[in-house]
């Protein structure tokens, strides 16, 4: 296993509450990436990190945002929770920078609901 | 712009029957292709990949060769099992700052008994 926890791994809210999923790593990786899983849709990107206060956009970022003030954790906020943003939530991590083409690895994944 | 094409499932199969699940990527520039599974209730894992042309990536039984004259990538078992039943994903990625991969939508597996 890559070291990734994800958490909390299932949650249930309320449209319009703010919503914090955290992801954990151990292995000191550089590169963090938060994803949605929809059906149909396979996986987008919400927000990535390549460093301590350095995250960027993905393909979906509009009404997430992202912090990451230590290397192990990434969080992703939702800040008025929508049923659209009711999705399976992946965390994934990689070398990055030096080591071309590094595979991602994997968290096992958050599910929200929004209700 | 950069993308990955596989095909939609869901695909069923009995149990030692051969397995192709088809890819094809568009991109500028060489990318490294990933073929990633997804077991029920879990987080993807990396099975294969290659990172030229003409490289065969190879686990588990499972293959896929980078083929640059078709820019693709199938994925292929000689006898599947009921255990490989999962959601397969082919990928692509660029060495670069941010090391983001694109996905394609899934494949769907189901292996009967």
């Known amino acids: 296993d890559a070291g990734i926890t994800q958490s909390p791994r299932h949650k249930v809210t309320e449209t319009g509450t703010p919503v914090t999923l955290r992801c954990h790593q151990t292995?000191?990786?550089?590169?963090m990436y938060w994803y949605r899983q929809d059906p149909g849709h396979g996986l987008r990107l919400i927000h990535y990190?390549?460093?301590?206060?350095?995250?960027d956009k993905g393909e979906v970022s509009d009404g997430y945002s992202v912090s990451r003030s230590k290397t192990e954790d990434f969080l992703l906020t939702l800040e008025s929770a929508t049923s659209s943003q009711t999705s399976v939530y992946f965390c994934?991590?990689?070398?990055?920078?030096?080591?071309?083409?590094?595979?991602?690895?994997f968290g096992d994944g958050t599910r929200l609901s929004i209700l | 712009g950069n993308s990955v094409t596989q095909m939609e499932g869901p695909v069923t199969l009995s149990e030692e029957a051969f397995l192709t699940i088809n890819c094809t990527y568009t991109a500028t520039g060489y990318p490294s292709l990933f073929w990633y599974v997804q077991y029920p209730g879990e987080g993807l894992q990396l099975l294969l990949k290659?990172?030229?042309?003409?490289d065969k990536g190879s686990n588990k039984g499972f293959e896929a060769t980078y083929r640059k004259e078709t820019t693709s990538f199938h994925l292929e078992k000689g006898s599947v099992q009921v255990s490989d039943s999962a959601v397969y994903f082919c990928?692509?990625?660029?060495?670069?700052?941010?090391?983001?991969?694109?996905f394609g939508k899934g494949t769907r597996l189901h292996i009967l008994p």
């Open positions: 990928a692509l990625s660029f060495k670069n700052r941010d090391d983001k991969i694109i």
């Open positions: 290659a990172t030229k042309a003409d």
């Open positions: 994934a991590i990689s070398m990055g920078g030096q080591t071309p083409n590094q595979p991602q690895h």
């Open positions: 990190s390549y460093g301590v206060k350095d995250t």
């Open positions: 292995e000191n990786h550089r590169y």
